[in-house]
């Protein structure tokens, strides 16, 4: 019947031996899980190389019968040696400890003898070589999705900080005509510039505790077993930071040398997902959806490109000068806007989308006793080194399903699907319905300064 034909079909399209007897294998398929290992390179929020995510699975290209004739970028800056506060609580004492017992590592952690750390005290927050070769990479990436947009592209925003501009001077040497390109640093709140790009930074009110309680208790509950399993390896007794330090480690050695650290083989799955739910956890409560400051947050940057897609293409004088001359003033004609910031916001922006909040109404629940295996909020995805979430204007014809202007958005290159706006092509929302989400959003999350009080800036 159907099934051995099928079968029959299989074998001779694969005409493999070892696949005769895996009748459960579909016929052509892209590997995308066969074959399938883990990587605890994928599970690092905030700490891990740049990779591409997967999402839900939406291909990449623009849909058929449409183009992208904008798209804008909020991108973090790429690797550093170390988040200070990070070194400090959890590697700076481990590597205190190892310095003095070298010698009685021993079975897996045997290597740990001759183990340097690589992390340059005095360059923490500085990018490394290969978080400037990634950055090349990442524009290189873009170049290839934006053939069109990148030529357009003369000015790029960075804020004051080395590790941004750096970033930003890195990942546009992959565009032609780099050298013409100017990148401006945003110093001053102009047009509300600062609450765009940086909107952490300029509310008084925004502090990075929410969550250290949480995911302190949530460490405590996984990271003594992992002591103890490692407990024959070890010179010293690891406390709970150690062992978060260790597997930061992974992600840091891995992104400042651009090889996979050793450290990484180190902890089993369970262990790698126990730690990226404990920062899934403190990224909830300190930039998503736990933090009532969130969405304020958020909003700016989403306004001002809202106002900036409105503005271009709309041969209404008035509006296209305004976008000359408003915040950060594009130059005329521009198509492709970069901003780079901190991982602060891709983070907020997602929360203010609620792209990455369950389907549910209630909020998301994060125990500190379990894992929540099914939640929606995954930064690994979101916040690694170059992380990045973007708005593409599409432009549809009616071979595409739906003739009009659409927005998608895009993170770490896969769309994301906005809740209640999805009836464009490939599951993009019509440009109209987006601008009324954003006055929506306005009204209930627009007074930035009253919730964030005002800040003395130096
Ligand atoms: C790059 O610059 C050259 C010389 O200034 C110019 O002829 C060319 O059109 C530019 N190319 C792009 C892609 O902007
Ligand atoms: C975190 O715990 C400390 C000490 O138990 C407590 O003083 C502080 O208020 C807690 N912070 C939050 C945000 O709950
Ligand atoms: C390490 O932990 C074990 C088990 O809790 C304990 O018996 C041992 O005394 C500890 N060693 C040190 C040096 O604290
Ligand atoms: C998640 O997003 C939906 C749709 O935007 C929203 O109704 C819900 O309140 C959000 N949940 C949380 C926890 O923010
Ligand atoms: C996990 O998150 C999902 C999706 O947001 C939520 O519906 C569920 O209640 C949570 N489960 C636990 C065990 O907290
Ligand atoms: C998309 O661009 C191509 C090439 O420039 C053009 O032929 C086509 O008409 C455009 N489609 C839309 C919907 O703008």
């Given at each position: 019947?159907?099934?051995?034909?099928?079968?029959?079909?299989?074998?001779?399209?694969?005409?493999?031996?070892?696949?005769?007897?895996?009748?459960?294998?579909?016929?052509?398929?892209?590997?995308?899980?066969?074959?399938?290992?883990?990587?605890?390179?994928?599970?690092?929020?905030?700490?891990?190389?740049?990779?591409?995510?997967?999402a839900?699975?939406l291909?990449h290209?623009a849909p058929?019968g449409c183009n992208v004739t904008a798209a804008s970028y909020i991108?973090?800056?790429?690797?550093?040696?170390?988040?200070?506060?990070?070194?400090?609580?959890?590697?700076?004492?481990?590597?205190?400890?190892?310095?003095?017992?070298?010698?009685?590592?021993?079975?897996?952690?045997?290597?740990?003898?001759?183990?340097?750390?690589?992390?340059?005290?005095?360059?923490?927050?500085?990018?490394?070589?290969?978080?400037?070769?990634?950055?090349?990479?990442?524009?290189?990436?873009?170049?290839?999705?934006y053939?069109?947009l990148?030529?357009?592209?003369?000015?790029?925003?960075?804020?004051?900080?080395?590790?941004?501009?750096?970033?930003?001077?890195?990942?546009?040497?992959?565009?032609?005509?780099?050298?013409?390109?100017?990148?401006?640093?945003?110093?001053?709140?102009?047009?509300?510039?600062?609450?765009?790009?940086?909107?952490?930074?300029?509310?008084?009110?925004?502090?990075?505790?929410?969550?250290?309680?949480?995911?302190?208790?949530?460490?405590?509950?996984?990271?003594?077993?992992?002591?103890?399993?490692?407990?024959?390896?070890?010179?010293?007794?690891?406390?709970?930071?150690?062992?978060?330090?260790?597997?930061?480690?992974?992600?840091?050695?891995?992104?400042?040398?651009?090889?996979?650290?050793?450290?990484?083989?180190?902890?089993?799955?369970?262990?790698?997902?126990?730690?990226?739910?404990?920062?899934?956890?403190?990224?909830?409560?300190?930039?998503?959806?736990?933090?009532?400051?969130?969405?304020?947050?958020g909003f700016?940057w989403l306004q001002a490109q809202t106002k900036l897609f409105s503005a271009i293409d709309s041969?209404?004088?008035?509006?296209?000068?305004?976008?000359?001359?408003?915040?950060?003033?594009?130059?005329?004609?521009?198509r492709l806007f970069?901003?780079?910031?901190?991982?602060?916001?891709?983070?907020?922006v997602a929360?203010a989308l609620g792209i990455?909040?369950?389907?549910?109404?209630?909020?998301?629940?994060?125990?500190?006793?379990?894992?929540?295996?099914?939640?929606?909020?995954?930064?690994?995805?979101?916040?690694?080194?170059?992380?990045h979430v973007g708005l593409e204007k599409l432009t549809c014809?009616?071979?595409s399903?739906r003739e009009g202007e659409f927005i998608r958005v895009i993170a770490?290159?896969a769309p994301r699907p906005i809740p209640n706006c999805q009836k464009g092509p490939s599951a993009s929302c019509p440009f109209e319905d987006f601008k009324e989400i954003m006055r929506a959003g306005d009204?209930?999350?627009?007074?930035?300064?009253?919730?964030?009080?005002?800040?003395?800036?130096?």
């Amino acid at each position: 019947m159907f099934l051995p034909s099928l079968i029959l079909l299989a074998v001779a399209h694969l005409g493999s031996s070892q696949q005769l007897y895996n009748a459960q294998q579909p016929l052509n398929p892209y590997d995308h899980s066969q074959g399938y290992q883990f990587d605890p390179l994928l599970h690092l929020p905030g700490i891990s190389p740049y990779f591409d995510a997967v999402a839900f699975g939406l291909g990449h290209n623009a849909p058929s019968g449409c183009n992208v004739t904008a798209a804008s970028y909020i991108i973090r800056h790429s690797a550093i040696y170390a988040n200070d506060e990070e070194y400090e609580t959890y590697i700076k004492p481990f590597l205190k400890k190892l310095e003095k017992n070298k010698d009685d590592w021993s079975g897996p952690l045997e290597f740990m003898k001759h183990w340097q750390s690589p992390i340059l005290e005095d360059h923490l927050e500085d990018i490394t070589p290969s978080g400037a070769e990634d950055a090349v990479r990442v524009g290189l990436h873009l170049l290839e999705r934006y053939r069109d947009l990148v030529p357009t592209t003369k000015r790029i925003l960075a804020d004051k900080k080395a590790r941004t501009y750096d970033t930003a001077k890195n990942f546009i040497k992959a565009f032609p005509n780099a050298s013409e390109i100017e990148l401006v640093r945003i110093t001053k709140d102009k047009d509300g510039a600062m609450d765009a790009l940086i909107p952490h930074k300029s509310c008084a009110a925004f502090n990075k505790e929410p969550g250290k309680n949480e995911t302190a208790e949530f460490i405590s509950n996984y990271a003594p077993f992992v002591s103890n399993r490692l407990r024959p390896y070890t010179a010293f007794n690891l406390t709970d930071n150690d062992v978060v330090g260790l597997q930061q480690l992974c992600g840091y050695e891995s992104a400042i040398k651009g090889t996979r650290s050793p450290i990484c083989a180190v902890f089993n799955d369970a262990e790698w997902m126990a730690y990226e739910y404990a920062w899934d956890l403190k990224y909830a409560h300190m930039v998503g959806p736990l933090n009532p400051l969130s969405p304020y947050l958020g909003f700016p940057w989403l306004q001002a490109q809202t106002k900036l897609f409105s503005a271009i293409d709309s041969h209404d004088k008035a509006k296209e000068e305004d976008h000359d001359n408003k915040g950060p003033g594009w130059p005329k004609g521009q198509r492709l806007f970069l901003s780079f910031t901190h991982r602060e916001v891709p983070p907020f922006v997602a929360t203010a989308l609620g792209i990455f909040n369950s389907s549910s109404t209630a909020k998301e629940e994060f125990p500190t006793d379990r894992i929540n295996w099914t939640r929606a909020w995954k930064m690994s995805d979101l916040i690694p080194f170059l992380g990045h979430v973007g708005l593409e204007k599409l432009t549809c014809d009616a071979s595409s399903g739906r003739e009009g202007e659409f927005i998608r958005v895009i993170a770490n290159s896969a769309p994301r699907p906005i809740p209640n706006c999805q009836k464009g092509p490939s599951a993009s929302c019509p440009f109209e319905d987006f601008k009324e989400i954003m006055r929506a959003g306005d009204d209930k999350y627009g007074d930035f300064h009253a919730v964030c009080g005002t800040k003395s800036r130096h």
